[in-house]
């Protein structure tokens, strides 16, 4: 059974100073991971994903997620933090046989404070 | 065009009301899905269609009634919902087919149907 944990609730951060949200992962098989931010009342938007190749990802808006499978995570940074970066993130997984079933993690509430 | 709009944005509806979300994308995506998202919570997958056929309910109740008129649209049949069907409805879209390395295939969302039923 696929599954995603997102240990915190909350991530408050410094404007300026570098952000990280955490995800960890379990599938059977090769994982598709997946990052989604979103705003109040939106719906999700893409971020950034890993299907295979370099373990460093880069995505939309300076993100950036990192790929480590013998620690089963994908951890979501970016090097410095903006205000309107504060929203809700989500961590997501397919299975590479599972089709389209994507399992979403609980979502972090990241706060960047000017 | 990258967007997948849903129409209408908010409804308010009774328990005894039928009404219908819609979804639509231009973006020639074979697969549509809809997720229903609580307050605070993680969507959760309701439907998915694959070629404009059902390839997956989660075990959805039948006061849900999917409906995929052509590649490019999808509907919501709502009727005899209760008090906690509240909630915001996604659409999704995305390239990928079903299995192999149309998995790894990101979905594009709407901005969501903010449902309550009363």
């Known amino acids: 059974a696929q599954s995603v944990a997102q240990p915190e609730d909350q991530v408050n951060v410094a404007e300026g100073n570098p952000l990280t949200v955490k995800c960890t992962y379990s599938v059977s098989g090769n994982p598709y991971l997946f990052w989604y931010v979103q705003y109040p009342n939106r719906g999700l938007q893409f971020l950034l994903k890993?299907?295979?190749?370099?373990?460093l990802v880069k995505g939309s808006y300076g993100f950036e997620a990192e790929f480590n499978k013998s620690q089963t995570s994908f951890h979501l940074k970016k090097p410095s933090a903006l205000v309107s970066d504060s929203a809700l993130y989500f961590c997501?997984?397919?299975?590479?046989?599972?089709?389209?079933?994507?399992?979403f993690g609980a979502g972090t509430r990241l706060f960047v404070k000017a | 065009d990258t967007e997948v709009t849903q129409t209408p944005k908010h409804l308010v509806m009774g328990m005894t009301n039928k009404k219908s979300l819609k979804c639509e994308q231009h973006m020639g995506h074979r697969a549509m899905y809809w997720y229903k998202q609580k307050a605070k919570k993680p969507p959760e997958l309701m439907f998915v269609y694959s070629y404009e056929k059902l390839s997956i309910n989660e075990s959805v109740p039948s006061r849900f009634s999917p409906e995929c008129p052509n590649s490019s649209l999808l509907n919501l049949h709502l009727h005899a919902l209760q008090p906690e069907d509240s909630a915001l409805y996604l659409c999704a879209s995305s390239q990928g087919v079903f299995g192999g390395m149309g998995a790894g295939t990101e979905a594009f969302f709407g901005q969501g149907t903010r449902l309550t039923v009363v």
């Open positions: 890993y299907i295979t190749g370099d373990n």
């Open positions: 997501a997984v397919r299975a590479g046989t599972g089709g389209f079933k994507t399992i």
